[in-house]
Nanobody, 129 residues
């Protein structure tokens, strides 16, 4: 059974850092593109970052580019999100999911999760002074 368990969130001051982890089970991570998504209060879930298997490329939404770094440890079936220089607008619940597609509309980045993905409970990130 597919399971995704996110952890590492918390309360941090602006400019601070966090490392999120996503432990995957029920499937082999190395065979999937996987990404992080977030949902801010009152907003739709949005794609933040993705790491692909085909060529190891990484993708980021403009809002986090240069501040966030996605990585994966296939041996541990785990994906990470290093978040630096956090801003209040980064506040939200962060989820990981397998990614079915990525595309751009102009310069806007979008990533589409697997249909009927087994979403985890997410991990809350709050950036506030």
């Amino acid at each position: 059974q597919v399971q995704l368990v996110e952890s590492g969130g918390g309360l941090v001051q602006p400019g601070g850092s966090l490392i999120l982890s996503c432990a995957a089970s029920g499937f082999t991570l190395r065979y999937h593109d996987i990404g992080w998504f977030r949902q801010a209060p009152g907003k739709q879930r949005e794609g933040v970052s993705c790491t692909t298997i085909s060529d190891g490329r990484t993708f980021y939404a403009d809002s986090v580019k240069g501040r966030f770094t996605i990585s994966r440890d296939n041996a541990k079936n785990t994906v990470y999100l290093q978040m630096n220089n956090l801003k209040p607008e980064d506040t939200g619940v962060y989820y990981c999911a397998r990614v079915a597609a990525i595309h751009y509309v102009g310069s806007a980045y979008y990533q589409t999760p697997y249909e009927n993905e087994h979403w985890g409970q997410g991990t809350q990130v709050t950036v506030s002074s």
